[in-house]
């Protein structure tokens, strides 16, 4: 997309008809561009004239359009500058633009942390904008070994890093876990436990509703003892689902 909006900005300035970019005019100045990139391409008004260093003489008098291309036009990732600039006839502007660096960081697995300095700035993937002294970025990931990643040894503006399985982690069905740490086998079974007292408290309920019925319409003093029996024992499922649900809560959040 980049290369065909750029092609198509050339395609327009060969065709454009209007006043010329740097037409020879006595209001005119002298424009010096250069860049930390030699050979980027540098517009005027949309129109192409030169790569950097250039010098335009002149230049209509008045305030432009100037952009910066990064030579590396097939690369997404190549920044372009734009600046608004003003000429004054007689005067000869010099005007020195630096790309800024920025990267694409991914890593396998993606959702690492991205440490710049001491602060982290995001998870991968993730476009990196570093200062003018940063050299390095850290990676991390719960279960894999955190590491330095070396900037430039980016291609093309592009980072991939393969993490590496930290050894002193294990995995329990497929979910990466800290053999160190407490296992999530307690949050488990706390879980279904809690589930599972609830579900017997219902049928016992059930059960207590039905003998209680039963005992209404005959009297038997036999039904009534076993639905007094059954309450009982739903209330004790009752209160261990409520037992078990606030262990499953607490080490939920905990952990």
Same mark, same amino acid.
């Given at each position: 997309?980049?290369?065909?909006?750029?092609?198509?900005?050339?395609?327009?300035?060969?065709?454009?008809?209007?006043?010329?970019?740097?037409?020879?005019?006595?209001?005119?100045?002298?424009?010096?561009?250069?860049?930390?990139?030699?050979?980027?391409?540098?517009?005027?008004?949309?129109?192409?004239?030169?790569?950097?260093?250039?010098?335009?003489?002149?230049?209509a008098a008045g305030v432009h359009l100037l952009r910066v291309l990064h030579p590396d036009l097939q690369n997404w990732n190549a920044?372009?500058?734009?600046?608004?600039?003003?000429?004054?006839?007689?005067?000869?502007?010099?005007?020195?633009?630096?790309?800024?660096?920025?990267?694409?960081?991914?890593?396998?697995?993606?959702?690492?942390?991205?440490?710049?300095?001491?602060r982290v700035i995001g998870v991968t993937p993730l476009v990196v904008r570093p200062g003018a002294g940063d050299s390095t970025v850290?990676?991390?990931? #719960?279960?894999?070994?955190?590491?330095?990643?070396?900037?430039?040894?980016?291609?093309?503006?592009?980072?991939?890093?393969?993490?590496?399985?930290?050894?002193?982690?294990?995995?329990?069905?497929?979910?990466?876990?800290?053999?160190?740490?407490?296992?999530?086998? #307690?949050?488990?079974?706390?879980?279904?436990?809690?589930?599972?007292?609830?579900?017997?408290?219902?049928?016992?309920?059930?059960?207590?509703?039905?003998?209680?019925?039963?005992?209404?319409?005959?009297?038997? #003093?036999?039904?009534?003892?076993?639905?007094?029996?059954?309450?009982?024992?739903?209330?004790?499922?009752?209160?261990?689902?409520?037992?078990?649900?606030?262990?499953?809560?607490?080490?939920?959040?905990?952990?």
């Amino acid at each position: 997309m980049r290369i065909v909006l750029i092609c198509a900005m050339l395609l327009a300035a060969g065709r454009a008809s209007g006043q010329p970019a740097v037409p020879q005019d006595s209001a005119t100045g002298e424009l010096d561009v250069h860049a930390d990139v030699d050979s980027s391409l540098v517009m005027l008004d949309g129109q192409l004239v030169g790569t950097t260093p250039v010098t335009l003489s002149g230049v209509a008098a008045g305030v432009h359009l100037l952009r910066v291309l990064h030579p590396d036009l097939q690369n997404w990732n190549a920044p372009v500058i734009a600046d608004s600039i003003e000429i004054t006839s007689g005067e000869r502007l010099e005007k020195q633009y630096y790309f800024e660096r920025q990267y694409m960081l991914q890593t396998n697995p993606s959702g690492a942390e991205v440490i710049l300095g001491s602060r982290v700035i995001g998870v991968t993937p993730l476009v990196v904008r570093p200062g003018a002294g940063d050299s390095t970025v850290q990676i991390r990931k #719960p279960g894999y070994e955190s590491g330095m990643v070396m900037l430039a040894d980016a291609d093309r503006g592009q980072l991939s890093v393969s993490m590496v399985r930290d050894p002193d982690w294990i995995t329990q069905d497929g979910i990466v876990t800290d053999a160190g740490r407490s296992s999530t086998l #307690p949050i488990v079974l706390s879980g279904v436990s809690s589930v599972i007292a609830g579900g017997f408290s219902a049928y016992f309920k059930v059960q207590a509703d039905q003998a209680y019925g039963e005992y209404a319409l005959s009297g038997d #003093p036999a039904k009534l003892a076993q639905t007094r029996k059954l309450d009982n024992v739903a209330g004790i499922a009752l209160a261990a689902s409520q037992i078990y649900f606030a262990l499953f809560s607490y080490l939920l959040i905990t952990q």
